[in-house]
């Protein structure tokens, strides 16, 4: 990356799909002088760097994807992640965003420049780059987390993480451990088990899973997609409506609908037992926490593999780990010679802000969120911040789907930045007044959610922040987030 003094109209890091959703958002806006900086070798973000085998889209693909770029090729309901990933490409080609993409250089700070309004970004190997906006786009779930047990780096045999997994290592006859039960260890343990000689799984916490209703999508049905595509959109609004239940009447609404969160146990408790015969493993993979205090997921051959001979469950916590095994706590040791951690991703420690971010003043976005309480208007912007978009903010997260958030991210930008053009502003920033009224509606509504009246005590759970406050998902319908993204007060912003 060259050293360069020029001012580019906005610098976006992250060329994953909210990336490139910001980058499309700045185009219609009238912003073509843009950078998009990825520490990856391409674009795709999560796409790109998932790749373990059995990764597919656990929200149906027709909601899973830009409902302005509908893809009427998703060869099932619940698409491949290779799918997702030459779609993304899609995208980057057909909005023409490549030629603005750099790719390899990781983001260490953004520091605002109050003399020129302007951002001054510094990647790892030193260079610098400035832009009147930056747009962080660096996705809830980019840093991998490795757990921390007594002895791990002494293992001698081969260590994965799902995030980083190698295709060229034979896992045939091995015997092998996988550390997590989340999403990503639901997809992988079906698809791998049958390869392996001895499987054994560490459960700290049981997922709630739900049946999946996957299958392959006729071609009849792809071609109708691609000739009307009207009839995509019914199945994409169908697909909506379920997860809104799901997620916002069942988790979010909780106070108003607490039938729905208990259709959702239901559900999940009947798949269990109907898969399930043995009692006592049973027992083991029923979670001890309310439904939808962290994510639930989808599989139809998750359970059906524990009753394999050779998989084993595994619940008595782990203490240590030496060169050839696993020990827990009441002594029992298993000789493994491959160790996956599907220990999934650190988000409030390191990803939030994923790099340093110093606004007005020297404030640093990390401090403040840590000294004070974890904040962002509309999820979006935050004060003392000018010209900053940070798209994976508390509060930001809408729905189920990510494409919902990054759709009314955009519909924010637009009516924002369409007022600076009209103001002829070089710079905008919320008001300390907006963002605090926001944090207190939003803070009142999380009283209404599970994560205040349900039992998610032992839910290790992720949409949780270190202080133990639900601070990631906006807690409001995704309606309610797409129609204040659209008509939010334009003096909750400063100007200048
Ligand atoms: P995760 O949900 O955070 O799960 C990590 C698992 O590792 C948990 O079971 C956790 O146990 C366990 N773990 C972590 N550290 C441990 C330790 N030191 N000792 C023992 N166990 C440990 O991560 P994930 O499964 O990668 O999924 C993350 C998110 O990615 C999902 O919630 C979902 O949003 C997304 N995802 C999406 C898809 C898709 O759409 N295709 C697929 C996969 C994932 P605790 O629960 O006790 O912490």
Redesign the pocket.
Known sequence: MPKAHKIHDAIIIGAGFGGMGAAIQLRRSGYDDLVIIDRENDLGGTWHVNHYPG?????PSSTYSYSFEPNPDWSRLFAP?AELKKYAEHVADKYDLRRHMRFGEAVKRAVWQESDQCWEVTTQSGQTVRGAFILTATGF?SQP?L???PGIDTFAGKVIH?ADWDHDYDLAGKRAAV???????V?LIPTIADQLAELTV????A?WVSPKADFAVPGAARSLFAKLPLSQRLVRFTGSAVLEVMMVAGVLHYRKVPAANLMGANLCRAHLKNQIKDPTLRRKLTPNYSFGC??PTFSNDYYPTFTKDHVHLETDP?TRIDETGIVTESGHRTEIDTLIL????DLWETNFPAFEVIGKQGRSLGEFWRNNRFQAYEGITVPGFPNLLSLNSPYSYSGLSYFTTIESQMKHMGRLLGEVRRRKAKTFEVTDQANSDFLDRMTAKVGDSIFALGDCSSA?S?YFNQHGEATLLRPTTTLNAFREAGSFDLDDYRYA
Not at 55 to 59: K, N, S
Not at 179 to 185: C, D, F, S, V
Not at 342 to 345: C, K
């Open positions: 990764l597919a889209v656990d929200i992640g779930l987390k757990p921390d047990i799902t550390i997590g039960t989340g999403a990503t260890a997809q560490y459960q700290r916490t997922i962290k994510r782990i599907a220990t999934g991703f290790n992720y």
